[in-house]
């Protein structure tokens, strides 16, 4: 059962901060992986995505990749109150055309 | 990204009904998905809806249960047949687009009675 696991928060952290997000997952042939934001009763909106070992900067939002612990993660530089959303991890297990698998969520809190 | 457009954006039915919803795509897309999202969790697939061909159901989710039609490259359609109150759920279409990115429609809202 391939899986990706985040931990649910919440995570608050006050205007200006940095969030820092994280991911893993179980599947080590994975080679896609991006970041979803979702609204309360929005759509998932995706905001990043990453597909090599490093950094991927993206105006305030920055996905680190470590392939290796089978690590993702979004850091969110100063932070806004406009963050304040659950943020999906999700993962393409290595088989072409497969839908992504998604962790459960980290809801963000961001306050003023 | 994609514009893609669901039908109804919500509904409100009876336990025992079947619900159609529908999923349209701006240009013709080859990978299409539906998921399921329940109340405070996360998305749950449901299948891989292939065109020409029948859908490709994951564990759990079985044809009778939700069967899905994907007549062309642009459209699908989910029903949820047999409707209880478990049902209630936001179901969402996605596509992949571009080199290997995923894109979710609005979502249709159901709740059953």
């Known amino acids: 059962q391939k899986e990706v696991e985040q931990n649910s928060g919440p995570l608050s952290v006050p205007e200006g901060a940095i969030a820092s997000l994280n991911c893993t997952y179980s599947d080590r042939g994975s080679q896609s992986f991006f970041w979803y934001r979702q609204y309360s009763g929005k759509s998932p909106e995706l905001i990043m995505s990453?597909?090599?070992?490093g950094d991927k900067e993206d105006g305030r939002f920055t996905a680190q990749l470590n392939k290796a612990s089978q690590y993702v993660s979004l850091l969110i530089r100063d932070s806004q109150p406009s963050d304040s959303a659950t943020y999906l991890c999700?993962?393409?297990?290595?088989?072409?055309?497969?839908?992504?698998?998604f962790g459960k969520g980290t809801t963000l809190s961001v306050s003023s | 990204s994609a514009v893609i457009s669901q039908k109804p954006s919500r509904d409100i039915c009876q336990r025992g009904t079947s619900l159609t919803i529908q999923c349209q795509v701006d240009s013709q897309v080859t990978m299409m998905f539906w998921y399921r999202q329940q109340p405070g969790q996360s998305l749950t697939l449901i299948a891989t809806?292939?065109?020409?061909?029948?859908?490709?159901?994951e564990s759990g989710f079985v044809i009778d249960k939700f069967p899905i039609s994907r007549p062309n490259l642009t459209f699908s359609t989910l029903t949820v047949s047999n409707m209880s109150p478990e049902d209630s759920s936001i179901y969402l279409c996605s596509v992949v687009r571009g080199a290997d990115e995923q894109f979710f429609g609005p979502g249709t809202r159901l709740t059953v009675l």
């Open positions: 809806a292939n065109q020409g061909s029948e859908a490709t159901y």
């Open positions: 990453i597909y090599s070992n």
């Open positions: 999700a993962v393409r297990p290595n088989q072409a055309g497969t839908a992504l698998i």
